[in-house]
């Protein structure tokens, strides 16, 4: 029986009637408007839950029980960008800053490679103290010392050059949140010399120099509205990314959007279901930000199509100093603390952590 048929079948045993539904587990071509009917839906728990059953069933499908992780290392909290949601954004004077040197990060990957990670992701602030030939002997290191081992970067947006040689001294792949797909929006949370375009392009160089692209956004950022998200899923649908990350956002205390509402847990796992349902291979991360929404956050990310988690292996003296929103999770902790608690995590939602590259499915 094909996805198509078995999304059918659910409908209709749910009867989570409505044609919209229908049309979009079809996987007709959706406009904005019909992405936008599709979103209006998130009121009707029975095509929560449908739409839920659905992604699960392909997550399941295409990697069964396996969950596959990533050794988060934010190896710098200096950034050059100003970002207005981010709590590490150039303008906040209250941030402790920190870079790892070249060792420390080694260290965080020995630790991390020891607990059973194949994937190592740096990830940091826009930091021009890291150029070129700094990011290529950190990359070049850790890809001899763990050559059975993927790498990912996460680092911003950088010149085609860069991103080249980057990928020549062997990254192998690259997180770059597109944020909001809309240029207003994006504008709105931006500065200036910020541009949507940019990192749009940014993303398209990634893909052409054969990385693994993911791309993402906040869920229930300021002033985001349902036509924002809906442009969000048509940017991705144009991008075919391998990963995609989104996540609640969080309001840090040190920004303009400190008395913001935070982005809803029960719309992340909605859009976490639709992004299954469009995208049945993609690697999709049950993020932190959402484990610090709700203590059973990352569970009930995979149950609502998720195959990914990004624990931290930064060390623990840093920890509380990347901190992007309040209350981020897991900043107390060794590495292998949380290794342990997220294997007991996952699974108590019938999944098992998998020693693995985890790369993505063609
Ligand atoms: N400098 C890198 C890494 C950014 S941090 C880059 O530009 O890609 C990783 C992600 O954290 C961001 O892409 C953003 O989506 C998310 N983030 C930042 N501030 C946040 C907040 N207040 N709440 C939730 N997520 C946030």
Not at 134 to 149: A, N, T
Not at 160 to 170: D, K
Not at 245 to 265: K, L, M, S, W
Not at 319 to 334: A, F, H, Q, S
Request: hydrophobic share 30%.
């Amino acid at each position: 029986m094909s996805v198509t048929d078995k999304g059918r079948e659910n409908m209709e045993k749910k009867d989570c009637s409505g044609d919209i539904v229908s049309r979009f587990l079809r996987g007709e071509e959706f406009t904005r408007k019909d992405f936008v009917k599709l979103l209006e839906q998130k009121e009707n728990p029975k095509v929560c839950e449908c739409l839920q059953k659905e992604a699960l069933q392909l997550r399941r499908q295409y990697y069964g029980d396996k969950v596959y992780i990533r050794g988060l290392i934010e190896f710098t909290n200096y950034c050059k960008n100003n970002c207005y949601y981010c709590g590490i954004r150039c303008g906040n004077p209250h941030v402790k800053r920190y870079r790892l040197s070249e060792e420390e990060i080694l260290s965080c990957c020995d630790n991390g490679y020891k607990l059973g990670f194949r994937t190592f992701v740096l990830q940091g602030g826009e930091d021009p103290y890291y150029d070129d030939e700094k990011m290529v002997s950190i990359i070049r290191k850790i890809k001899e010392k763990y050559p059975d081992c993927a790498l990912t970067l996460s680092i911003g947006e950088k010149s085609e050059e860069s991103y080249r040689r980057f990928r020549e001294a062997g990254a192998d792949r690259y997180l770059l949140r597109h944020e909001t797909a809309n240029k207003a929006h994006y504008r709105l949370l931006h500065p200036e010399e910020m541009s949507l375009i940019n990192r749009k392009n940014c993303l398209y160089t990634l893909k052409k120099l054969g990385y693994q692209v993911g791309a993402g956004f906040m869920v229930g950022s300021p002033e985001q509205t349902l036509e924002h998200l809906a442009e969000d899923l048509i940017f991705l649908r144009e991008l075919q990314p391998d990963m995609v990350g989104i996540g609640p956002f969080i309001p840090h205390h040190d920004t303009r959007y400190a008395e913001e509402q935070a982005g809803d847990v029960e719309w992340t796992l909605f859009l976490l279901s639709i992004i299954r349902i469009m995208f049945p291979k993609v690697l999709l991360p049950a993020t932190t930000a959402l484990g610090t929404m709700d203590v059973r956050g990352r569970e009930k990310g995979l149950l609502a199509g998720a195959n990914v988690i990004m624990p931290n292996l930064s060390p623990k003296e840093n920890r509380k100093d990347y901190e992007l929103y309040d209350n981020k999770i897991c900043t107390g902790e060794e590495a292998a603390e949380c290794r342990q608690c997220l294997a007991r995590r996952v699974e108590s939602v019938g999944c098992h952590i998998v020693t693995d590259r985890g790369d993505a499915l063609y």
